[in-house]
Structures are given as C-alpha cells and as structure tokens.
C-alpha cells in the first residue's frame, strides 16, 4: 500500500513540473519591445541575415535593393580591405541590458545597452570574457519599434544600419 502512495507522489511531482514547464514556456514565448530589441541586437552584431525578421515591413519595401544583405557586404568588404574575413567581423554581446524608454499600444523605444567582442571563434570569446583580455566595444543605442501585423519590428535608424 506504501509503494503505491510513493508511485502516486512521484508521478504527481512529476506531472505538476511539467505543467509548470508549459506554464512557463508559453509565458517566456511572448513578443515584447525588449525582446525583439535583444533578438535584433544580437543578429546585427552577429552579421546573421536574420535580422531582417525584425526589422519593419516599411523598411524591407524600400526599393528592391535587399538592405540587410548590402549591410552585410559592406561590411565584409570593410573587412578584406583590412585584410580579414568577414568572421573577424562578428561580435558577440554581453551583459546586454534592455529598458523601456517609451510604450504604448502600437509604438516603443528601447534602450539597449551591451558590451560587445569579436566572435571569431566561440572558445576565443570565452576566454578573453574570462580573463577579461582583448578589446571590448561599449554598446548604447535607442531603438524605436512598431507594431506590425501583432509584433514588434524594428523601425527608425538601428545602429548604423539606416532603417
């Protein structure tokens, strides 16, 4: 009778940790200005492509000229003209810290403050971080973002790519 009492517990324990697992997953999936700000940040600063997704419809319709991928080839350009690899360029953020400067229902302005390091190679970066070696870049930038078709997309001037 005792051993089944424990099954019964257990498998209680277990069945409330994953329904506040779930509970937990759907609240940390929700879209906000902060969030969209770091997604942002972090793909910019890493060169990713990706960073398209935030930016707003306004922008991407601007000419047929694809921006994000004529930022990211001046930017390797920059790099061989320096004579490294367009790697050498990616940066890494940390202690990145995001505050609300401004929000209403359809508009936001987010202060996204980071230190950032060249991400050539992710046990590189450990280690400068570590032993607080190599160069970092302090990061502080405003953004403003809108919202569109139910997220928030970045909209205005976004470090030095001219939205």
């Not at 508009?107 to 403050?113: G, H, L, N, S």
């Not at 190679?121 to 919202?147: C, Q």
Request: hydrophobic content about 45%; glycine content about 4%; proline content about 2%.
């Amino acid at each position: 009778m005792q051993q089944g009492q424990r099954l019964f517990t257990i498998i209680a324990v277990l069945c409330a940790a994953l329904v506040l697992q779930l509970v937990l997953v759907f609240a940390d999936s929700k879209d906000t200005p902060a969030r969209t700000a770091d997604g942002f940040a972090t793909a910019y600063f890493n060169l990713s492509p990706s960073m398209a997704d935030y930016l707003c419809n306004e922008f991407v319709a601007q000419g047929d000229e694809n921006r994000v991928q004529n930022y990211i080839n001046q930017v390797a350009d920059e790099a061989r003209q320096s004579g490294f690899e367009l790697n050498y360029m990616r940066m890494r953020l940390f202690s990145v810290h995001t505050e609300i400067v401004s929000a209403s229902e359809s508009e936001a302005e987010v202060r996204i403050t980071a230190k950032a390091r060249r991400n050539i190679n992710p046990v590189f970066t450990l280690i400068a971080k570590l032993f607080d070696i190599g160069e970092t870049h302090p990061i502080d930038e405003t953004l403003k973002l809108i919202k569109e078709d139910g997220k928030w997309k970045v909209c205005g001037q976004a470090f030095s790519l001219a939205v």
